[in-house]
């Protein structure tokens, strides 16, 4: 993409270099806070025990107050509330994150994941959408299928599934809720996936036209390949034609038919 290329050769000193790490970092710190917390108020070492994730989430109407954390701050808390499914999901997102920044680089990868934040911040604000950063990260594993279609997870450790089908599956399903919800959830999808849009669509657009223009090109070989098997003289009597007997000669009579010289009706010829 060239418009990557220059903006990377202009603004690739503003790269996140190892970004995976710091997203998994700062989720599993604030996975361990939340946890602590919870812990502390049920042993009874406070009395009045505040919800820690509620103060990170993307909230427009406190942001709107001065809480301007939360632009940032959401983006950290897990989706996930057992501690073994926090510690697959931050295996699985630094998983994802690694692959990417192999494949992009740093600065593409933190230019994706930041157009991926201003449009999941103006889902919330513009639309109501309450998608937290479970967009956010869809979009990344959607990336991540892209360039790697044909690895290979284990569900449970025991069945092997490519990542191609876990998109397809998951693009299913945000298709379905695409049809099935409302016209502010259809414009909150599509703001919190700007990301995967901006870099990814022109490249589905030049592929689909690629094949356009590879299928129009082979309808014309196949149209002409049958033209040459078509014969240009054929006999009304006997069904002769050239190409079943080069030495024949053929006559287009006064009726208006094209005879072998054989069958040519007697005062009707007429030239070839």
């Known amino acids: 993409m060239n418009w990557l290329d220059k903006l990377e050769r202009r603004f690739g000193f503003l790269a996140i270099r190892g970004l995976p790490r710091i997203l998994v970092g700062f989720a599993a710190l604030v996975f361990g806070l939340t946890w602590l917390l919870k812990t502390a108020g049920s042993a009874g070492y406070v009395q009045t025990l505040p919800d820690f994730t509620s103060m990170l ?77 479970s967009m956010l990260l869809m979009s990344l594993f959607l990336a991540f299928a892209h360039f790697y279609p044909e690895e290979i997870i284990y569900i449970l450790f025991i069945l092997p599934v490519r990542i191609k089908w876990l998109a397809w599956i998951a693009g299913a399903f945000l298709l379905f809720g695409f049809f099935t919800n409302s016209n502010s959830y259809r414009a909150a999808l599509i703001a919190a996936l700007a990301n995967y849009l901006i870099f990814f669509g022109p490249e589905f657009i030049y592929r689909a036209r690629h094949r ?45 038919e094209e005879y072998c010289v054989a069958h040519l009706p007697s005062a009707q010829t007429a030239t070839r």
């Open 57 to 133: 989430t993307l909230d427009p109407v406190r942001i709107r107050h001065g809480e301007v954390w939360r632009l940032i701050t959401y983006i950290f808390i897990p989706q996930a509330t057992s501690p073994l499914w926090v510690l697959f999901a931050l295996w699985f997102l630094w998983w994802v994150g690694e692959g990417l920044e192999r494949a992009w680089g740093s600065f593409r990868l933190t230019l994706y994941f930041l157009v991926g934040m201003i449009g999941t911040t103006m889902a919330a604000f513009f639309f109501g959408s309450d998608f937290s950063n």
């Open 212 to 256: 356009h223009e590879v299928s129009s090109r082979q309808k014309r070989y196949e149209d002409q390949a049958r033209s040459e098997t078509e014969p240009l003289h054929k006999c009304a009597v006997c069904g002769a034609t050239e190409l079943t007997d080069p030495n024949l000669d053929f006559r287009v009579a006064s009726d208006g």
